[in-house]
């Protein structure tokens, strides 16, 4: 069992609170699952969890983490110390021999995981893989995994969601991946940031996830209909109150000159009308609340950009797909026409990121279209030093920067994200600064490499509907299966004799 009591964490650059005096207990046998939109929270709250040092340079934070039980926990971003370590040294205190079946479901072979490879040229699925196989074979007590899907391959993720769905394991876990979320969480915790993010709000509910986004919603409906109709009864009291007033009122003032024994009847009539007016004030005060509830809001694509069906986009061919000297692929071959939404599958090291830089290479310079390209590593398009602002600012005139600015208003960027270092960003605060920079580009032709891996599963359905209606190309690499059924017209796989087309 894993105890949470009066966790109270807050940011120290701008002093907004992620968690307020929060208590959450986490049983035997429960799959709880940590969502809410981008920033609001949910890495920090894990890491504070499992050690409360690796949030202490950015955060304030109080309470007790109350448990007997060995945590293990999966960072959203693998530890690049490792990246100089072989694979036979990453595993070199670890009993393999002893999860042999653990090693096979995850599709790795002894023969490699003791191998010389250094982990810096994996794939992020399989380091993600390899991670996750070392913390299994510490047999913990309790797992903590953030984005634990991120990179995985179709076949591994779902292993992954068999696993998580099967475990005796209580398992509290951050994920984008509706599918799995659906398939697996038992408790849902949904951090919020509401009323323009001066405060913050934990639901804790112990259902499944459309379950949940069903209650919520049913309960929010009723909340707003509550609401609105005390409010419009409030108004037709209050104008039968007035007309009464303005009538007693006129009485007094007309009335009451020629009659004193009726002015003095007035005077108690207008005595009660004012105690009337001061009780129906007292009961404005207890009116329901109309709901406060947090939004996914996105930059919506210009409806203008559009392709001729007719337009080669894309006519690209290769006789071998290398990183170094490995051959990944042979005898490629890619064709894309007018909007085609096109997405690429395979298995973790196949070569998917490979083969979509190279294609970002053959069209980046091209002048008849407008490319623009969203990486796996944020790092290789965004300079984290920099502030978005400043980012938006080198591609962008004054009036469109401040554009820039109104939209990520929109996208819930307090100006305290605006302005300060993107590095500080969470990965889909800076997925959204990527999506808001094609968008503002106008480009027609989008190269998408995981563009949903990062967004929150609440905000990835407006994610999907953006692509879903973008009027230009999209050639992207995911594993995301709502995605690739919802967004893609055209999916491939990659494999080892080139690109086949494969029907989902």
Known sequence: MLELKNITISLKNDGRSITDDFSFTLNRGEKAVIIGEEGNG??????????????????????????KSKMAYLPQVMDESYDTFSLCEFFEASEYYMHIDTLAKLGLSVEW??????????????????HLAKLLMEDPDILLLDEPTNDLDIPTLQWLESFIADSRLPILYISHDETLIENTANVIVHMEQIIRKTKCRITVSRCPYREYLSRRRSLFDHQEQVAKKQREDYDKQMERWRKIYNRVDHEQTVISRQAPAAGSALKKKMH??????KRFEKEKESFQDFPQEEEAILARFDESIKLPSGKTVLDFSLDTLCVGKRVLSRNLRLYAAGNEHIGIIGKNGAGKSTLLHLLWNELKDRQDIIAAFMPQNYAEALDFDKTPVQYLAEHYTKAEVTKARTYMGGMKFTHEEMTGRIGRLSGGQKAKILFLDMVLRGANVLLLDEPTRNFSPLSNPAVRNALLHFGGAIISVSHDRKYLSEVCDKIYELREDGLFSVTE
Do not use: H, P, W
Not at 119 to 128: D, H
Not at 272 to 277: D, G, N
């Open 42 to 67: 949910k890495s920090t709250l894990l890491k504070f969890i499992y050690d409360r040092n690796l949030i202490e340079d950015y955060c304030n934070c109080s309470g007790d983490i109350i448990t």
């Open 113 to 130: 995981i003791l191998s010389d490879q250094k982990l810096a040229t994996l794939s992020g699925g399989e380091k993600v893989k390899v």
């Open 272 to 277: 009660a009308l004012l105690s009337m007016e």
